[in-house]
């Protein structure tokens, strides 16, 4: 299993996006994490296609689109267009899961989904073998920045039972709240991709993501 860091630009300084980016690709980060934000399935509005578009340039990372939008599967396309190579749904934001997912492969892209705190693993089970990848949120997602909720350990831990019980390789990707302080954990809980915003851009991202890389290396 691969061990993935993808750095979220929500907490990036968009002043000088594309120096940041650089700084996170050149130390080591495979994926860039992308929170679309609608103001409708999260209170809150964060960008979209267009700048995706201009990033996609500046970058050879894996773009990860991960979509906090209702009835994402309007938008499947369209992010593909403007350089997604993964788009992560919401189970809670679709009208139908399935349809979602086949618009996504359609589309030439890799899948995921995503579950919210509040929603139960046993909720992902029919759909694992239809993903490349499950997404637990370990915040309610619309903001950058908060505290990682510790119940979501246990919940890594059963999405990885899981997909071994299916015999699946399927990643799992923690998204909200991961620190250096707190990582080791997410991993041993059976998470191999980590997103993290303000952990990598509050501070030195070139610094930050070495020091993430560094810890993602020791459990290759
Ligand atoms: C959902 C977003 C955030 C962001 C990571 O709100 O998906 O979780 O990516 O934010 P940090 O790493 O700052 O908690
Ligand atoms: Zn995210």
């Not at 593909?80 to 679709?94: D, M, P, R, S, Y």
């Not at 999405?159 to 620190?179: A, F, K, N």
């Amino acid at each position: 299993m691969k061990y993935i860091m993808a750095p979220s630009i929500l907490s990036a300084d968009f002043k000088v996006l594309g120096e940041q980016i650089r700084l996170t690709e050149e130390n080591g980060a495979e994926y860039l994490h992308f929170d679309v934000m609608d103001g409708m399935f999260v209170p809150s509005i964060s960008f979209g296609m267009p700048v995706l578009k201009s990033i996609r340039s500046a970058t050879n990372q894996i773009m990860d689109a991960h979509l906090m939008i209702e009835e994402p599967v309007r938008y499947v396309e369209a992010f593909g267009k403007a350089g997604a190579e993964i788009v992560t749904v919401h189970l809670e934001a679709c009208e139908n899961v399935d349809a979602t997912i086949e618009k996504i492969r359609e589309c030439g892209m890799r899948a995921g989904l995503s579950i919210c705190p509040e929603t139960g693993e046993e909720k992902l089970e029919r759909y694992l073998s239809k993903v490349d990848m499950v997404l637990v949120m370990s915040v309610h997602p619309g903001f950058g920045g908060q505290k990682f909720i510790p119940e979501s350990l246990d919940k890594i831990r059963a999405v990885r039972r899981m997909i071994c019980e299916q015999e699946l390789e399927v990643d799992i990707q923690v998204d909200g709240g991961i620190y250096l302080h707190n990582v080791r954990e997410v991993l041993d809980a059976g998470a191999n991709i980590i997103v993290a915003g303000s952990a990598v851009f509050g501070g030195d991202p070139a610094e930050n993501t070495r020091e993430f890389m560094e810890i993602l290396k020791s459990y290759e």
